[in-house]
């Protein structure tokens, strides 16, 4: 799963807490983060790192703080919240999403437009 925070020290270090308390592991893509101490999520923050995540289960997290083509704020602006029992679970555009995933470019992004894009064009 993919997670868009807002980057901010205090989103990003609650989330850190909450998923290491779930028995996730965070690296970057330099290795293992360590502690998530203000001090050492700094250049995280300031450099946009995306944080993986992971426990010795196979589950997986990526926690971005940017994304291709849009800010926070513009994706922000027009969210969905559905609900999974008594917990908000915001979910963003899948317009936007999609133009994500072709600014974005990458091999996997490519296979997926080309798999969905067909269902996705009937219901938008």
Request: hydrophobic share 35%; with cysteine.
């Amino acid at each position: 799963f993919d997670i868009f925070l807002e980057p901010d020290m205090g989103n990003v270090t609650s989330a850190l807490e909450c998923l290491e308390e779930l028995g996730f592991t965070v690296s970057t893509r330099e290795g293992l983060l360590g502690d998530p101490q203000p001090e050492n999520l700094e250049l995280v923050l300031s450099e946009r790192m995306s944080l993986c995540c992971t426990t010795p289960y196979g589950h997986a997290i990526d926690l971005c703080l940017q994304v291709s083509g849009f800010s926070y704020d513009e994706l922000n602006g027009d969210v969905k919240t559905f609900k999974a029992g008594k917990i908000p679970i915001r979910v963003g555009s899948l317009r936007k999403l999609l133009r994500m995933k072709e600014i974005a470019g990458r091999e996997k992004d490519v296979l997926f437009l080309e798999k969905y894009r067909p269902l996705f064009e009937e219901e938008m």
